[in-house]
């Protein structure tokens, strides 16, 4: 029974995505308290709900009262966990990170907690059947990738967004197996168990949901709401935090935190709640939904991201440049102005991908997505040569990537079938004399044409090679 707490648990995702929940008395929407508020009114939270970019906020009297009014008092401190359920945090998580980025740019410290601990659990907010338990490896691997993914936003915003003129707050990356890890489980029950009722867990919204499926509730999911209550005790106990954000899936979580401390020190938190994002056709953008844009770039490239946020549908894009992006909002609506006149041009669109962009893989992350950019769909042979292997890779994810060597006479038949472009004989012969063959945008027709450097070998060393629409190649060429 000595055994670590962490050992009876199993799995899942954590308190930065969303689902919509009903409101309680004991949650209160923040648009009509700030709108009625002298002392919100020109505060941190007034800002972040005209952005959109807080829902709800716990307990009632917080969000005109009492919430404020210990942010302009000093420096507060503040959490948002993410469990490491997979190797890289998504698009779905990302406004949780820039919730915590408006934090620490007006002063106040931020804590971004891995749950090393509860990935092994399995939050059931937002979940219609249990996940597959993760190895204490692949979470340990997982939580080290979110964590150096994390760190590299902070770091982007600091140095390309943030006012010089403004001190920042602190930013602290946590991981919840630290606390967990020297815990047996009757120690764990007996000290925190106790103080949680059956009846409270059982009318979360998450475990309600969950009992009324076909698959039911294992107990180890049930018990999450307890392990996340026990973070935010843990979180107040040793940094003094007093404000845990999450999604509005989380609702019931965050009141399970917030009754576990008022109980164990008579001290009040608050909870405040970001939106759902979802797509253009409302389904949740996260990796549950399976349309996951992801913030790693080996998982989506700085091309992709770019190009995601640049196809947004227009009824979206203003709502997004307010909650993505830290643009003050007359500079939004000045854009979008600009926008409604020339709506061809696409400003608020291009403007909305480079800040994203920017943000998520820093100044030479943009710069990759623009080459790539110009590369595919604007055929410039100077944004190929400018292109690294990695880029050219990532921007044909799926086109097979050969290393040839480079002899004397090689012909545009000879490099077309050494990379089994076309078909052998007569036939993939024609298909070039028939123009179905591009080499660095450029249509070929001319089978025995030996490559000529700078036309057919960029002077990067490297060939992109089309064979029909979409059938893409890329050769790179090594010297005798």
């Not at 509860?118 to 597959?132: L, N, V």
């Not at 009754?259 to 389904?283: A, F, N, Q, R």
């Not at 920017?358 to 604007?378: D, I, P």
């Amino acid at each position: 029974m000595a055994a670590s707490m962490v050992r009876i648990c199993c799995h899942l995702s954590r308190h930065g995505s969303c689902i919509l929940l009903q409101r309680t008395s004991f949650c209160f929407t923040l648009r009509s308290k700030f709108h009625c508020s002298s002392t919100a009114h020109n505060g941190l939270l007034f800002s972040l709900n005209k952005r959109g970019v807080l829902k709800d906020s716990f307990p009632e009297n917080a969000a005109h009262d009492q919430l404020p009014r210990l942010l302009q008092s000093g420096s507060q401190t503040v959490y948002c966990g993410f469990d490491p359920t997979a190797d890289s945090l998504h698009v779905g998580n990302l406004l949780a990170i820039i919730g915590l980025l408006h934090f620490r740019s007006a002063g106040h410290h931020v804590l971004a907690v891995l749950g090393g601990a509860t990935a092994q659990i399995g939050d059931p907010s937002g979940k219609t059947s249990e996940r597959e338990r993760l190895s204490g490896d692949t979470v340990e691997a997982n939580t080290h990738s979110i964590r150096e993914s994390i760190q590299r936003i902070f770091s982007n915003h600091e140095l390309h967004f943030h006012d010089s003129s403004r001190k920042l707050g602190t930013v602290t990356v946590l991981n919840n197996l630290s606390w967990y890890k020297d815990w047996g489980v009757v120690d764990f029950l007996s000290e925190a168990g106790r103080h949680f009722r059956m009846g409270t867990m059982l009318s979360r919204h998450s475990v309600q949901s969950r009992l009324k499926s076909a698959d039911g509730m294992s107990l180890t999911e049930f018990t999450y709401q307890v392990f996340q209550a026990y973070d935010f005790y843990h979180l107040h106990q040793i940094y003094g935090c007093k404000i845990q954000l999450g999604g509005t899936d989380q609702l019931g979580n965050l009141m399970s935190g917030h009754e576990y401390i008022y109980k164990m020190s008579g001290e009040e938190v608050y909870g405040l709640t970001i939106p759902l994002v979802t797509s253009s056709v409302g389904d949740k953008l996260g990796k549950t939904a399976g349309n996951a844009v992801w913030l790693n770039r080996d998982k989506t490239s700085p091309f992709e991201l770019y190009q995601f946020f640049l196809r947004q549908p227009d009824a979206s894009v203003e709502g997004y440049l307010k909650l993505f992006t830290f643009l003050p909002l007359a500079e939004i609506e000045k854009l979008m102005e600009q926008q409604r006149a020339d709506p061809g041009k696409r400003l608020a669109h291009k403007r909305l991908a480079a800040e994203v962009t920017k943000l998520v893989h820093g100044k030479e992350g943009l710069e990759s997505a623009k080459r790539c950019t110009n590369a595919l769909y604007h055929s410039s042979v100077q944004a190929l040569e400018e292109m690294s292997d990695e880029e050219l890779q990532e921007l044909f994810r799926e086109a097979p990537f050969h290393e040839l060597l480079l002899e004397s006479g090689t012909t545009v038949i000879d490099a077309c079938r050494r990379v089994n472009a076309i078909p052998e004989g007569p036939r993939g012969y024609q298909m070039v004399v028939d123009g179905a063959v591009w080499i660095n945008h450029k249509r070929t027709d001319k089978p025995e044409q030996v490559l000529i450097p700078k036309l057919h070998i960029l002077s990067n060393g490297l060939t992109l090679l089309r064979v029909g629409k979409r059938n893409f190649y890329i050769i790179k060429w090594l010297s005798l």
